[in-house]
């Protein structure tokens, strides 16, 4: 049973910095991509970041030069650290993970508010 498990979302300041985690668990099949995602209120779900096993990573053009995705394969663990942020970028942040099988699951979201 896979499981998708996020943490580290809060309530910054603009210019503020976060770390998200999503720790992956429950599968013996191979992790290929890993990624987040977020979606604004009223707004539908929106690319933010991949990382592939290899470390090759691809950004929205939103926050690119701000954050940065990195992932641990040993611990099967994803993260997004977020830099100089903006009133922007507040909403809830999903987790993503691709199987070597086509499988893709989802973490429970991670809401991130960016306010003064």
Do not use: H
């Given at each position: 049973?896979v499981?998708?498990?996020?943490?580290?979302?809060?309530?910054?300041?603009?210019?503020?910095s976060?770390?998200?985690?999503?720790?992956?668990?429950?599968?013996?099949?191979?992790?290929t991509?890993?990624?987040?995602?977020?979606?604004?209120?009223?707004?539908?779900?929106?690319?933010?970041?991949?990382?592939?096993?290899?470390?090759?990573?691809?950004y929205?053009?939103?926050?690119?030069?701000?954050?940065?995705?990195?992932?641990?394969?040993?611990?099967?663990?994803?993260?997004?650290?977020?830099?100089?942020?903006?009133?922007?970028?507040?909403?809830?942040?999903?987790?993503?993970?691709?199987?070597?099988?086509?499988?893709?699951?989802?973490?429970q979201?991670?809401?991130?508010?960016?306010?003064?």
């Open positions: 049973q499981q998708l498990v996020e943490s580290g979302g809060g309530l910054v300041q603009p210019g503020g976060l770390r998200l985690s999503c720790a992956a668990s429950g599968s013996l099949v191979s992790i991509i890993m990624g987040w995602y977020r979606q604004a209120p009223g707004k539908e779900r929106k690319f933010v970041a991949t990382i592939n096993r290899s470390g090759s990573t691809n929205a053009d939103s926050v690119k030069g701000r954050f940065t995705i990195s992932r641990d394969n040993a611990k099967n663990t994803v993260y997004l650290r977020m830099n100089s942020l903006k009133p922007e970028d507040t909403g809830v942040y999903y987790c993503n993970v691709y199987y070597a099988d086509y499988r893709n699951y989802w973490g979201g991670a809401q991130v508010t960016v306010s003064s």
